[in-house]
């Protein structure tokens, strides 16, 4: 099988004016005194237009550079890390449409000089990955194509010599300069396990690989090089080859992906990078050669449950208030977690690392924490990881008399050494060092303890380890 650039997904062209770029122009700016999403919504449809009108290559390219500054524009409502939209989305794989028939443009021209084809390539690449990102900022799988295209772009620059021409791109969040180093990019974020991200965090992970990404080098497949890195088949619509997957066939668009430099250079002092930036790089580190964060094997199940969301509904349901809950159907039972899916509109209730309590309709409440999650045509779909232990409700003064802060008490019994203890409060309410006083749910008496280090913490909720007499 050969690779081609004319497999490029990309619309038909109907028979349809195209708008004159003076027209559009004005459109686009009558676009912006709108609202932002009505605005957004416009200019998606005057893209949608331009991407299935005939046109000459120097107005297409044109047209697509004023497109650039409008999605510049739309895309600094992103800055404060606010979800996107799927009319943003759609945005993204519009100019990703519109500069792949550019490129066919190009390549059916006379001698297109190597500079011109490595900025086409690079801006067909660079909206395919901000397509990619905002499909796992919204927990959904991106679709099967935008795999295709993109490794049929770095198969064509690979062959045009253009992979490591660098092109100026004023983007947030900034990508890659070069089109090996966006591709790569792209292949390091999914396989960052990104659905077991935060909110948020995969626009941070975006931006601390990019001065990565380039380091790593796509190689020929080599059958007797013993090699950790993940497999890439260009003529695939996937990221990589499953881990455990059997090579048949031809070999010719086999890439073995090099991560050796990189790895290097992820423990070099870095000024520009962030804290916050060098622990996720470290965390999601692991899932680049293979290490998978499954320990268990999967047990399908299939029952009703329902799910108590957020720590205060949790103390509320402790204490027998019956709080609202939200049904779930549990897919899979496997040791240590579960697998459910629910409403696809709870979703802006159970961002990862949300605590829940898991009613079954017979049998305990579980305490758990939310892993990954993944919205499809089915649902919202969870990953839960179980929390050990009885869990009891808990109030938290400052002082003996002082204002109360519901908590949840995790205690779990150690053979021999009586039971250890797990204290969970909203994420920022208490810092380690504090005195508080403890009081159990229907127990007069109160404890003073000093809330040690947090033994574990994610973006909601936060748990400190506790020995009680």
Do not use: Y
């Given at each position: 099988m050969t690779l081609d650039a004319l497999r490029l997904e990309v619309p038909d062209i109907v028979e349809e004016e195209a708008t004159r770029l003076?027209?559009?122009?004005?459109?686009?700016?009558?676009?912006?005194?709108?609202?932002?999403?009505?605005?957004?919504?416009?200019?998606?449809r005057l893209l949608h237009r331009l991407n299935r009108s005939a046109m000459t290559l120097l107005e297409r390219q044109r047209a697509l550079q004023s497109f650039c500054e409008e999605y510049r524009h739309y895309c600094n409502a992103l800055a404060d890390g606010s979800q996107p939209s799927q009319a943003f989305v759609s945005l993204c794989n519009e100019l990703a449409a519109g500069f792949k028939r550019l490129l066919l443009q190009i390549l059916q021209g006379r001698q297109p000089s190597r500079p011109h084809l490595a900025w086409c390539l690079y801006m067909a690449q660079h909206f395919l990955a901000q397509s990619l990102l905002r499909h796992y900022q919204l927990y959904q799988e991106p679709p099967a194509s935008l795999w295709s295209d993109s490794h049929l772009l770095y198969?064509?620059?690979?062959?045009?010599?253009?992979?490591?021409?660098?092109?100026?791109?004023?983007?947030?969040?900034?990508?890659?300069?070069?089109?090996r180093g966006l591709y790569q990019q792209m292949l390091m974020l999914a396989l960052s396990n990104p659905f077991h991200l935060a909110e948020g965090e995969c626009a941070v992970l975006f931006g601390a690989l990019t001065p990565l990404a380039s380091l790593a080098r796509l190689l020929p497949w080599d059958e007797d090089e013993e090699g950790e890195g993940p497999l890439i088949d260009l003529s695939q619509a996937q990221p990589c080859l499953p881990y455990d997957a059997e090579i048949a066939g031809s070999t010719e668009h086999l890439r073995r992906l090099e991560l050796g430099a990189l790895l290097v250079a992820l423990y070099e002092?870095?000024?520009?990078?962030?804290?916050?930036?060098?622990?996720?790089?470290?965390?999601?580190r692991q899932h680049?050669?293979?290490r998978q964060q499954r320990r268990h094997p999967r047990a399908d199940f299939s029952a009703d449950c329902s799910l108590v969301i957020g720590l205060p509904a949790i103390h509320a349901q402790l204490l027998e208030k019956r709080p609202t809950?939200?049904?779930?159907?549990?897919?899979?039972?496997?040791?240590?977690?579960?697998?459910?899916?629910c409403h696809a509109e709870l979703a802006t209730h159970l961002p990862v690392g949300q605590l829940v309590?898991?009613?079954?309709?017979?049998?305990s409440a579980t305490l758990a924490l939310v892993r990954w999650r993944h919205l499809n045509q089915d649902g919202l779909h969870l990953g839960l990881r179980y929390l050990k232990g009885l869990p009891r409700a808990v109030w938290l003064r400052r002082a003996p008399s002082a204002q109360t802060h519901p908590g949840v008490l995790q205690s779990t019994p150690e053979p021999g050494a009586g039971w250890h203890h797990g204290l969970w409060l909203p994420c920022g309410q208490f810092v380690e060092g504090e005195n508080v006083w403890l009081q159990l749910a229907n127990a007069n008496n109160q404890a003073i303890l000093l809330l040690p280090a947090p033994n574990l913490g994610t973006p909601t909720v936060t748990r400190y380890p506790l020995r009680l007499a």
């Open positions: 003076g027209e559009l122009n004005a459109e686009l700016t009558d676009a912006r005194r709108k609202p932002r999403e009505d605005g957004l919504q416009q200019a998606l198969w064509i620059g690979e062959h045009q010599g253009c992979l490591d021409e660098h092109v100026a791109a004023p983007f947030q969040p900034t990508p890659a300069g070069t089109l002092p870095a000024p520009l990078q962030s804290a916050g930036e060098r622990e996720l790089l470290d965390q999601v680049w050669l293979g809950s939200s049904a779930a159907q549990m897919l899979d039972a496997s040791a240590g977690g579960a697998r459910l899916v309590l898991v009613l079954p309709r017979s049998g």
